[in-house]
């Protein structure tokens, strides 16, 4: 359609007869299917900023984009951020649509073989469909990069991944997230923005010893997060949480990484705001605060390990 | 003789070891003082940038109170580099060694700090809230530019 805007100033000049109709002709076919695709990849980016830049699959300090090592330090060991940039043999270029649909809402390699749950597709599977379909657009677009994946460092029996079945069968619902009428348009973006693109309950809600959610906890934070770090408390508790922070605070947050005190985000969120969520629209972003501010309030105090240092 | 020289050490060793003692305890003193000072200054920082952070949301009017935040700011960035002298890297705080092992980084990124802020004060003066907001961001990250490789995560 761009082009044909272009095209018409010209052709208006040149002649007001056949050959304007001509040229309409000849570009509305070839323009409409070029835009088809291009504004799948725009879409797609658009989630892929809205899932937080997958920072997980770049290595951290200047690595090469999603082509994954990325070291993840958990309790459970030290996973590696995979390849998935569309390479044939070392990223993920040689799936179909299903296949990639398989991994991201049943954590299902092509293969069959279980995902550890460090990759969120417990959130991912919320997704909806077109979001997905969008999403491969434009991660097919990205720089095919060769590097082979790195195996995880993680101790058994964590690393039998057949047990994984089991733990999906107590931990894992898989499934689209549904509208909730009784709230309003805006809280409803907002829920599909935190819960299923953001996937912010992965790192933000304490797990149990077998790794599930700790539900009763959602978002209260936790000492034990990615990369050895303390998660902050992102529930509207006003004293260990961001009961505080008003709309305007976190949609200015998650647009500059700066906090009401005047300090900056560390780590993961760092990199998470600065490569995805500081794309998003103003729209967006307010519905992710209106949605995070009307979460049940949940008094946790997440000592951070250095916080007296901090403070005193 | 012996006997002197025995009630001579008898003497002079414990006072050697006061002595001592509260020397090691004068410089640690120090670099509590120093660290307790430096998270003083760095409080104040963050402070003014909550301040400018309320006024750019529009949450308070006070547009004409950011160049005196700015300014503060810009002040008290000047102090960065004394604020770590060698040493000062143990004990309660946050910074890393890396401080010290790549100081020339570090310099660097304290001079940024410093160059932003003194935009901040132009752009202040100026007035333009937009143009205040674009600024304050880059002075955020140029907060960042030294956290991320030079303060401990929590």
Redesign the interface.
């Known amino acids: 359609m761009r082009w044909v805007s272009q095209a018409l100033p010209q052709a208006k000049m040149k002649s007001r007869s056949g050959c304007f109709a001509l040229l309409f002709l000849f570009l509305i076919p070839s323009g409409r299917a070029w835009s088809a695709e291009t504004d799948a990849v725009k879409r797609g980016e658009y989630i892929f900023r809205a899932a937080g830049g997958c920072t997980c699959h770049t290595e951290a300090e200047d690595g090469t984009f999603l082509a994954g090592g990325r070291a993840i330090e958990t309790p459970f060991g030290t996973f590696y951020g995979t390849n998935i940039t569309p390479d044939e043999e070392t990223g993920i270029g040689a799936w179909g649509e299903p296949d990639f649909m398989r991994a991201m809402r049943e954590g299902l390699s092509p293969r069959g073989a279980h995902y550890f749950p460090v990759f969120p597709y417990t959130s991912f599977t919320r997704m909806r469909r077109q979001d997905l379909v969008d999403l491969k657009a434009y991660l097919w677009t990205v720089t095919a990069v060769r590097k082979e994946n790195r195996a995880h460092d993680v101790q058994p029996p964590f690393s039998w991944r057949p047990l994984l079945k089991g733990w999906k069968l107590l931990n894992f619902t898989p499934g689209e997230l549904r509208e909730d009428p009784t709230h309003s348009a805006e809280w409803n973006r907002g829920a599909y923005l935190v819960q299923a693109l953001g996937h912010c309950k992965e790192c933000h809600t304490p797990r149990t010893l077998l790794g599930g959610f700790q539900d009763k906890m959602a978002y209260a934070g936790t000492q034990d997060g990615p990369e050895g770090?303390?998660v902050p408390n992102i529930t509207p508790d006003a004293e260990t949480g961001i009961g505080t922070w008003?709309v305007?605070?976190i949609v200015?947050f998650l647009?500059?990484?700066?906090?009401?005190?005047?300090?900056?985000a560390?780590?993961l969120m760092?990199e998470m705001i600065d490569n995805g969520f500081k794309h998003l629209t103003d729209d967006d972003l307010r519905a992710i605060a209106v949605y995070l501010r009307s979460l049940p309030p949940i008094r946790n105090e997440v000592n951070?390990?250095?916080?007296?240092?901090?403070t005193? | 003789m012996g006997d002197l020289a025995r009630k001579g050490f008898a003497v002079v060793l414990p006072a050697a070891v006061i002595c001592l003692g509260i020397a090691f305890a004068r410089a640690q003193d120090a670099a509590e003082g120093i660290i307790k000072y430096r998270q003083n200054v760095m409080k104040s920082q963050a402070g003014h940038l909550g301040a400018i952070s309320g006024v750019v949301k529009g949450q308070v009017p006070f547009k004409e109170h950011v160049a005196a935040h700015a300014a503060a700011l810009n002040g008290t960035s000047r102090m960065i580099l004394q604020l770590f002298p060698e040493g000062s890297g143990t004990g309660e705080t946050r910074a890393k060694p890396e401080i010290w092992q790549q100081w020339n980084k570090f310099k660097q990124a304290a001079q940024k700090l410093q160059d932003e802020t003194a935009k901040l004060v132009q752009v202040a003066d100026i007035g333009d809230l937009d143009q205040i907001t674009t600024q304050f961001v880059v002075v955020g990250k140029a907060c960042g530019g030294c956290h991320k490789p030079f303060r401990k995560r929590r």
């Open positions: 770090e303390a008003v305007g605070d200015f647009k500059t990484g700066l906090k009401p005190s005047g300090d900056d560390q780590g760092a951070h390990r250095h916080e007296k240092v901090a005193d």
